[in-house]
């Protein structure tokens, strides 16, 4: 399976006890409605399957999961930090008037001020909020996204209108 084949839902955080069980931190919001058959480890850059034996989901964005062949705590540690996927076919339909800040990526991002700042290349999410990451001026900035900084949202253009706060982007632009 290849990356653009799968979304991404979470990483592994943790072991827990010594027969290879693990604990995962959802990054995907809806993750009580994904199914665990295979998930599939980023190793190197590539998706490698492994097998749900079981899985337990907690209501903090976490889940404890065994794998099928990885019965001891040695055989776990590869997966430690490491991000999960599941196949694009799996993941769950959502209604058209949802938006989620995860759906800028690709946008154009605007500010009123400094004007075009560039293409939306990533969208995290953080305990406090999601942030945003354009390379403006050849150097990656990030800036939170949250409605005291959004205008508008041009979703047939694809373009993000901002008023970032005077000053934000100095700090990345200082060099």
Do not use: C
Not at 25 to 43: C, R, T
Not at 136 to 143: G, I
């Amino acid at each position: 399976m290849k990356h653009e084949e799968a979304f991404y839902i979470g990483y592994v955080t943790k072991t827990r006890g010594l027969k290879g069980e693990v604990q995962v931190f959802f990054e995907f919001d809806d993750y009580e409605q994904l199914e665990f058959d295979v998930v599939f480890a980023d190793m190197n850059g590539k998706l490698v399957p492994y097998f749900v034996a079981s899985a337990k989901l907690q209501a903090n964005k976490t889940g404890y999961f065994n794998f099928d062949d990885v019965d001891h705590i040695d055989k776990v540690q590869p997966l430690l930090k490491k991000k999960l996927y599941l196949p694009i076919a799996q993941m769950p339909e959502r209604d058209e008037s949802e938006f989620f800040y995860t759906d800028l990526k690709g946008f154009i991002a605007v500010d009123e001020t400094l004007g075009e700042l560039g293409e939306i290349t990533e969208v995290n999410e953080y305990p406090q909020q999601f942030v945003a990451t354009v390379i403006y001026q050849e150097t990656e900035v990030l800036f939170p996204l949250n409605e005291d900084f959004i205008v508008e949202i041009d979703d047939e253009e694809k373009i993000l209108m901002l008023d970032l706060p005077e000053g934000l982007l100095d700090i990345y632009l200082e060099n």
